[in-house]
């Protein structure tokens, strides 16, 4: 049987996964081969980085893939502290990985509208340069309203870290920081006009902080020994049970 301080490394490795998929796709492919109100400029770059372009849809395909177990892992792993939260947390990153991973189909339309298929000769070049651009953007609204549902995941695990002996307190903070930049960010995007993010420099390194240093944790230390844990809520138990024993022998004399 896995020890939970190797399960907290696999999470942690698989978390590492998540991270380095996430910014290849999200940094070295999709804001690369984008060029900001261009569509025509947009639509060449991709063309003729087609395999890189490619790559990235897989990277993201990869990221949900290696996410859930990770999250599980964390699940499995905190559940003794509070398992309704972290039930929570777990819907919300599921409805997360829904959407952005349906959300995909916008990020690979592009592929499709600037292929050779016969059909597409009914539309001129520009035309369709704009729809894979408009795609694509369409793409990174849904990706914001997926990160809206992660962000509350984020907030309520490192909420559980910080009660958690198993954690420094510290990670807990720094999760929670995490959470709360995530939905700084979506909402900001979505309440300014075209969809602006002037937040995003101010954000992006907190994230990036408090993600990185629950996954090198994991995966490096692993989490503490939950025997004193499990030991204190049996300790907590069984006084319950002992004072509920002896109220019932003393209920002769009160009553």
């Known amino acids: 049987m896995i020890s939970d301080k190797n399960l907290a490394r696999i999470a942690g490795l698989f978390?590492?996964?998540?991270?380095?998929?996430?910014?290849?796709?999200?940094?070295?492919?999709?804001?690369?081969?984008?060029?900001?109100?261009?569509a025509l400029a947009t639509a060449?770059?991709?063309?003729?980085?087609?395999?890189?372009?490619?790559?990235?849809?897989?990277?993201?395909?990869?990221?949900?893939?290696?996410?859930?177990?990770?999250?599980?892992?964390?699940?499995?792993?905190?559940?003794?502290?509070?398992?309704f939260l972290l039930q929570l947390a777990l819907l919300f990153v599921v409805i997360q990985t829904a959407v952005i991973a349906v959300n995909l189909l916008n990020q690979i339309t592009p592929l499709l509208l600037l292929g050779n298929e016969a059909y597409l000769n009914t539309l001129p070049p520009n035309q369709l340069a704009t729809l894979s651009l408009l795609s694509l953007n369409v793409q990174a609204q849904g990706y914001a309203i997926g990160l809206v549902f992660f962000g509350f995941y984020c907030v309520i695990v490192g909420y559980v870290i910080f009660k958690s002996q198993m954690l420094p307190k510290l990670l807990g903070v720094l999760y929670i920081i995490s959470?709360?930049?995530?939905l700084i960010n979506s909402f900001t995007m979505f309440l300014s006009t075209g969809f602006a993010n002037p937040v995003f420099n101010y954000v992006a390194i907190p994230i990036f902080i408090g993600e990185l240093s629950l996954c090198l944790w994991l995966l490096i230390m692993g989490v503490s020994n939950s025997k004193s844990i499990n030991q204190k809520e049996s300790s907590n138990q069984q006084s319950i049970a002992e004072n509920g024993s002896l109220s019932k022998n003393l209920c002769p004399f009160l009553g």
């Open 44 to 83: 060449q770059n991709i063309q003729a980085h087609e395999m890189l372009f490619r790559w990235g849809f897989v990277a993201d395909l990869i990221n949900f893939v290696v996410g859930l177990p990770s999250v599980l892992i964390l699940y499995y792993l905190f559940k003794r502290v509070n398992k």
């Open 15 to 38: 978390y590492l996964i998540v991270i380095a998929t996430g910014l290849f796709s999200e940094v070295f492919v999709r804001q690369a081969l984008r060029v900001s109100g261009n």
């Open 179 to 182: 959470g709360l930049g995530y």
